[in-house]
């Protein structure tokens, strides 16, 4: 049993490092695709908002497959479609083939994204303990990889296609060669191919998603991904026209994001162990609104990085979080939580990157600042969700303190 974990432990984090990867390609050379392509400035952003789009009805469509297909099944398969849309993007030559290449990109990233994260979750439920964390800061390395991979793309002045295809050479065959080890979750059953490596009872199989319990969880991950596409769209910008930096120091924010973004989620799970989830996620809320404030008010670049910083900090722990406590409210229905909750970090892309342009526009940027930080902010406020759950099931679960135990759904 421990055995078969730690590989299906492994197997989900070269995922997570691949998608890292592969996302970070691609949205870091979308100047480069644009020239490739000559997609107008007009036009641009009906592709870029088409990705997210179809990703959520990717979700979406993963919340019904799972009913009758392994969610490891469908992350086997989706992401070596993910791959070689990612190299179908840098191959192609005319508009045709990049909105091919981006619609079979989203609509994969979707179904990858939903069930990467399932198996996370069930994965974090046979463990007993917050596993969910270090997932993610594989992604964060994986993210950092790819964007180092297409910046020395950019400086040699490679083509798409010669940047994209080692990548994709290497990574095909080792998450198809690591897909085999990875462990499905079932209600309250951990599973492998060939048949349960655990059981754990029969209890909550029926139970399903119950959209108001849910929903808290939704704004979160909604908040939470307006805040980071904040950073990822506007903060070389914010630091360039707002706060005067010069144009190579105006790169340097997303990466220190990134940087932090691992760092913090490396150690996250140490501190959901040792104060629960609920202080974690307050904390990190109140270090991403403070960072948010110190960019609405730095009096120039390198406070304004240092408020950027702050942000990736406080933000990094919100997304696996907000997927764990899913899993926890519904444990005999965390699939479908997980794909639903997913739709919502597409929302938040969406939202958030023409929500702040639209008002520094309109208003000043330093004023449009101030939205994330509120919006993060709330998550202070609906902590409560996520709170380990009475282990009513007899499996895996986050086990409460005894004292907890029987005095509620949230252990209060």
Known sequence: MTEVLRRGRASLAL??????????????????????????????????????????????????????????RLLRWSQPVVLLALLGVGAGDRLAVLGFALALFGLAVGALDASMNMLGVSLQRAYGRSIMLSFHAVYSLGGILGASLAWAGAHWHLALWVSYLPVVLVLLPVVLVGSRWYVDGKGDEVEVEGGAASETGEAGRGQGVVFKALLPLCLVM????????????????????????????????????????????????????????????????????????????????????????????????????????????????????????????????????????????????????AVPMVLVLVTFVYARPFAPQPDRYGGGHERPRTADVGRGSNGV
Request: hydrophobic share 55%; aromatic share 10%.
């Open 222 to 369: 909604t908040f939470a991904y307006i805040g980071d596409s904040t950073v990822s769209n506007w903060s070389a910008k914010y630091l360039q026209d707002v706060l005067g930096s010069s144009e190579q120091l105006a790169t340097v924010p997303y990466n220190v994001y990134m940087v932090t973004t691992l760092l913090g989620r490396a150690l996250g799970d140490l501190g959901v162990r040792r104060f629960g989830a609920v202080a974690v996620v307050r904390l990190g809320a109140l270090v991403a609104a403070a960072g948010f404030a110190v960019v609405a008010v730095a009096p120039g670049a390198w406070t304004g990085m240092g408020g950027f910083t702050l942000v990736g900090l406080g933000l990094c722990v919100l997304v696996p979080q907000t997927f764990a406590a899913a899993g926890r409210l519904f444990p005999g229905a965390s699939d479908a939580a997980v794909a639903r909750l997913n739709v919502f970090n597409y929302v938040g892309f969406l939202v958030g990157s023409p929500l702040v342009g639209a008002l520094g526009d309109a208003w000043s940027y330093r004023g449009a600042m």
């Open 15 to 72: 995922s997570f490092f691949a998608q890292g990867v592969a996302f970070a390609l691609l949205v870091t050379r979308i100047p480069a695709i644009q020239d490739r392509y000559g997609v107008s400035d007009a036009l641009l952003p009906v592709f870029l908002a088409a990705v997210p789009i179809l990703a959520g009805v990717g979700s979406v469509a993963t919340e019904r497959l799972v009913k009758r297909i392994p969610p490891s």
